[in-house]
Every structure is written in C-alpha cells, then in structure tokens.
Nanobody, 128 residues
Framework: QVQLVESGGGLVQAGGSLKLSCAPSGRTFSNYAAAWFRQAPGKARVFVAAISWSGGSTYYQDSVKGRFTISRDNAKNTVYLQMNSLKSEDTAVYYC?????????????????????WGQGTQVTVSS
C-alpha cells in the first residue's frame, strides 16, 4: 500500500505564493501519474491539476491556469504544486493523488475515484 505525504501548506496573504510537495512513503512513484485536488469546508473535493509520469503532459482546472504549476522530479520521487498569485478562494485542504498508470486520461482525470492512492492533505489558507 502506498501512502502519499504532502507538505508545504500554510497561511499566506492574498497575492502570495506557496509550493506544495508530495512524496510516497514506502515505495517510488514509478510509472504513476499524479494529481492535486482540493476541498474547501462544506464542499466536494475538486480537481486542481494533473501530470503524467514523464511530466510531458499537464492539465489544470480553469480557475488556476496561469497561476499554478504542477511538476515532478522523478529522481527525487516528488510531485510539486507551485501556487502563485493566491486568492482567498484558493483556501482549502490540498490532497495529492496517484494513479497506477503513467498517462493521464483526460476523460477521467477530474474524478477522485479514478486515483488509487491519496495523501492526508495539507491546509492552505489565503488571507485577504
């Protein structure tokens, strides 16, 4: 069983930046596509961004395009989410997810149930 561990969350002022990291404990990310989701209080978990195993394909939710960047360093076994120009509506618990398949399926990438492993989440709070 793969357990993902997120880090890098915190409190930041609107307009600021944070960089989240995600790494698996116990094994590598070998051949896994990965994604970030977020969940605000009282709301459903929603897709933020996804990246293929090679890093050659990336996808974003419209509201974060141009502000967030998903990337990975397979040598370090880590997936990142660089978040710039943060807004109060970005406040949420951010979750890392991984799928046992190297490619991103665009038709299903936004569906949480299509991912095999999840982290415990890291809180991001943006103050206005």
């Amino acid at each position: 069983q793969v357990q993902l561990v997120e880090s890098g969350g915190g409190l930041v002022q609107a307009g600021g930046s944070l960089k989240l990291s995600c790494a698996p404990s116990g094994r590598t990310f070998s051949n896994y596509a990965a994604a970030w989701f977020r969940q605000a209080p009282g709301k459903a978990r929603v897709f933020v961004a996804a990246i293929s195993w090679s890093g050659g394909s990336t996808y974003y939710q419209d509201s974060v395009k141009g502000r967030f960047t998903i990337s990975r360093d397979n040598a370090k076994n880590t997936v990142y989410l660089q978040m710039n120009s943060l807004k109060s509506e970005d406040t949420a618990v951010y979750y890392c997810a991984a799928k046992i398949y190297p490619l991103i399926a665009v038709a299903t990438m936004k569906i949480p149930e299509h991912y095999n492993y999840w982290g415990q989440g890291t809180q991001v709070t943006v103050s206005s």
